[in-house]
């Protein structure tokens, strides 16, 4: 027991105690407003909710009640943070019901299929049959669910309380039902449109429950498939995982790597949602990665330099993900406070008690030394719904450190260690998948969830018909050769020239490397000029990274290339060189090789953003255009910065316009059309996306062309998203590249596909999808996918194809060289170079 205080374990439930994500509102939680006199801010805690799943509060509505008679919990920090009269911001609707956020943003069904599109299925390639990680759902004709309003007098502040005093009357509101303290989902629709029951609670206080009918959920509704996930996470808790985050891990088969003090803990991720012709059920076998070590611990190791123990703890914990075991709670680390400790007071219930008397007497943890500072955490969700911040009051010896740091990234020991479980081959993964459908159907507390909501889960994989679009050509200098089944045209380099070099060669060039390493650089250029003359690149005898980049690409426009010695001793040296010699012909603009394509007037447009590591506030986006691969197979990037926080770039449209007066300049004219692939786009960001920027960039194209003197362009506007958790097998492998699935498992209200344009040679291939929300280019199915297919072989940093488009991957490469080493814009006379690569 008294590890587990130390470690923060939280204490078992009752069995009888009904659980919630909400929880009890007596947790420390600091809330600041500002101080319209003074500009300061003031301190003003309520409670934190614990965060068990038996609700249905991801699909909720409704605005959650809370009566204006309710006790509100306050707790304050220290004595002169808040004032004895703040009072919490409300608003109330007429009901007197809390306005809040609502949440569900990835069950909105978004629709973006063009109303003019008869058929998104492309017919060309050869078939292959898929297994897929979905399973479908069946249902029984007559199944439907019945919303409710739940109301108690006198009215609950705590909402385990209220579900607690309606769980007596199960027998009444049928075994199938989902309460989450304010509404009511169930499949038995009462006689009366409003049902009044009594109830007690254990205080022996009587209550009055008025339960009224709102209406039925329709099929076709986002709360309808809220409430299918919510059961089937209620079904998988009689499998006794844990709940963390949005997802369930089982920490009792927990996999210990005890030489980087790491955990790992196997769970899935689970979606229900409806796609094509049925509701499929789609779920990804996932890891969490939790560290042995607390915050405390990362403290304890800064103590050792007393001068700088406050900035370098600081330093080492600020933005790190943690885990509360007391209620499988995570948070974000946004600063520490010094000035307070466990011993601190804030008000709870009316009287004043210090952090260390509250979790001995709700969680039964011992806090050991009271001494230590306290964390804070911000909510975001609810700083972004009112003027304040929301701040959660943290234990650094009850936080757990979650996830991995750079250094721990770049540890290859560490990462093969990790990639032994984590990286499964498509026969483990389906088994794992075959698995935790058996125990669905064979635990009695999840089947008998799943009986009472009249739910039937298949107990197979669910198949799917794909295509494999036959293999590109990759144009040399002096002919075509095919990419090959695994999409890799590495060896072709040995008798093939680049498409196109500097016609001089190489000559205005210098090398610096410490005097120590002269072997090692002598090694390294006699491997470059021997595999760069090979490939038709001449060179001429020539006459730390962050700060060489910088110098190179801020202060002098004068393309630069990285090599650490690590790299010069690699026995691989020729290889090294043959990639060397590539990205040195490319950083002065000049192109190893093409791909046929049969569009002309072609502009492809890739997006990304990435934060800067620097100033989290702080983001740069990255836009990179081809200017018609027909005729000079060259490129433009731009970059701007914009803030971290913001889904849609306001720089976007600057950043194109450039772009257009650049394949101008070169070309006479404007190009006839433009697919614009849009990256870093979170699917609650869809319909914003879609109704704003995308609106916008149209808009703006027309009145551009139009000043021209022009015909407005051809435009396909294709989100593409690599988060994806769905996941294809051919034969218990993995599918080969040029694999598209475009039926079954895609989303009916969405123009979209998936593809598989990548080898791995490791664990299961993850397929990219792409969904076109806006085309008037009049091209079939088949030829959008193959153009995507296509723009996949033009990543220039390997002779193979990747995930995405290669104007996505060179946007990223961009985006994230900005800011990670830059942060600052480089110079406009590198636009036409690829000096990021």
């Avoid at 370098?312 to 509360?324: A, G, H, K, P, Y």
């Avoid at 021997?530 to 962050?546: D, I, Q, V, W």
């Amino acid at each position: 027991m008294a590890e587990d205080q130390g470690r923060g374990r939280r204490r078992p439930l009752d069995d009888d105690e009904p659980s919630t994500s909400r929880g009890s509102r007596d947790e420390p939680r600091s809330k600041i407003f500002k101080d319209s006199s003074s500009g300061g801010s003031r301190s003003d805690s309520r409670a934190q909710p614990s965060s068990s799943d038996s609700r249905a509060g991801s699909s909720r509505s409704d605005p959650r009640v809370e009566r204006s008679g309710a006790p509100h919990d306050r707790e304050r920090v220290g004595g002169s943070q808040a004032p004895a009269g703040a009072t919490r911001q409300e608003r109330r609707d007429e009901s007197g019901s809390t306005d809040r956020r609502p949440r569900g943003d990835r069950f909105d069904m978004v629709a973006t299929r063009p109303a003019e599109l008869v058929s998104k299925l492309g017919k060309d390639g050869r078939p292959i049959r898929l297994q897929t990680n979905f399973f479908r759902l069946n249902t029984k004709p007559e199944w439907r669910i019945v919303h409710y309003c739940v109301e108690f007098e006198p009215s609950i502040e705590n909402p385990r309380v209220r579900m607690g005093i309606l769980s007596e009357h199960a027998n009444v509101l049928g075994s199938g039902y989902l309460f989450d303290g304010l509404q009511l989902f169930t499949t038995r629709k009462f006689e009366q449109e409003l049902t009044v029951l009594r109830g007690k609670s254990r205080l022996d206080i009587d209550y009055t429950i008025s339960i009224k009918c709102v209406g039925f959920i329709s099929t076709a509704e986002p709360r309808f498939l809220q409430v299918l996930n919510l059961i089937l996470r209620r079904s998988m808790k009689g499998l006794k995982l844990e709940l963390v985050g949005r997802n369930f891990f089982d920490p009792h088969a927990k996999i210990e790597i005890r030489e980087h003090k790491l955990e790992l803990w196997p769970g899935y991720e689970t979606s229900i949602r409806q796609h094509e012709k049925d509701i499929l059920l789609c779920t990804e076998i996932a890891h969490k990665v939790m560290r042995t070590e607390t915050v405390y611990d990362i403290m304890r190791r800064c103590s050792q330099n007393p001068s700088r123990h406050q900035d370098e703890f600081r330093l080492n914990v600020l933005d790190l993900i943690v885990l509360t075991d007391y209620n499988n709670k995570t948070y974000r680390i946004n600063d520490v406070d010094f000035g307070q400790t466990p011993k601190s007071t804030f008000s709870c219930k009316g009287r004043d008690i210090s952090f260390v008397e509250y979790y001995q007497t709700k969680y039964n943890i011992r806090i050991r030394d009271h001494n230590q500072p306290l964390l804070i955490s911000k909510n975001r969700d609810k700083a972004q719904k009112t003027n304040a911040s929301e701040l959660v009051v943290l234990i650094p010896e009850l936080c757990r450190v979650t996830g991995l740091n750079d250094n721990m990234r770049s540890n290859f020991q560490l990462m093969r260690s990790m990639s032994e479980y984590t990286r499964m081959n498509p026969n483990r993964r389906i088994d794992r998948l075959r698995t935790f459908n058996r125990r669905l159907h064979s635990t009695p507390e999840s089947v008998k969830v799943l009986r009472d909501w009249h739910m039937d889960l298949d107990q197979n994989l669910t198949e799917v018909q794909g295509r494999i679009i036959e293999q590109q050509k990759i144009v040399f200098h002096h002919g075509k050769v095919p990419a090959g089944e695994t999409a890799d045209w590495t060896r072709s380099f040995r008798d093939q020239k680049m498409l196109t070099t500097p016609s001089d060669g190489i000559d205005r060039w210098a090398v610096i490397a410490p005097e120590r390493n002269s072997y090692e650089l002598k090694t390294l250029l006699e491997n470059l000029f021997r595999a760069a003359n090979g490939m038709g690149l001449k060179f001429r005898s020539p006459h730390e990274y962050s700060a060489i980049k910088k110098r190179g690409y801020i202060d002098r426009a004068v393309p630069t290339q990285v090599v650490t010695i690590k790299t010069a001793k690699n026995r691989g040296l020729m290889s090294i060189a043959t990639k060397i010699a590539i990205q040195l012909n490319c950083k002065l603009g000049y192109t190893p090789w093409m791909i046929e394509l049969p569009l002309s007037g072609l502009m492809t447009i890739g997006f990304d953003i990435a934060k800067s590591t620097r100033d989290r506030k702080r983001a740069y986006g990255a836009l990179v255009a081809s200017m018609d691969l027909q005729q000079n197979s060259t490129y433009f990037s731009t970059v701007s910065e914009c803030s971290a926080f913001d889904v849609l770039s306001n720089t976007l449209w600057p950043m194109m316009a450039k772009a257009l007066r650049q394949y101008s300049r070169e070309h006479k004219k404007l190009p006839t059309r433009i697919v614009f692939y849009r990256d870093g786009v979170s699917s609650g960001s869809l319909k914003q996306l879609f109704e704003y920027e995308v609106k916008d960039i149209v808009e703006k194209l027309d009145a551009e062309y139009k000043r021209a003197g022009a015909d407005p362009p051809q435009l396909a506007y294709i989100v593409v998203t690599k988060s994806m958790n769905a996941r294809f097998f051919a034969n218990g492998g993995n599918p080969p590249p040029g694999t598209v699935v475009d039926d079954v498992i895609t989303l009916p209200e969405r123009y979209d596909f998936y593809l598989v344009s990548q080898q791995v040679r490791q664990g299961t291939v993850s397929p990219t999808s792409y969904n076109v929300v806006y085309s008037n280019m009049g091209i079939s199915p088949d030829k959008m996918q193959k153009l995507t297919y296509k723009m996949c072989h033009l990543y220039y940093n390997w002779s193979g194809t990747t995930r995405v488009p290669a104007v996505c991957q060179y946007a990223k490469k961009l985006a994230t060289l900005v800011g990670t080493n830059l942060h600052a814009i480089p110079q406009n006379a590198l636009e036409k170079k690829f000096y990021y690569l």
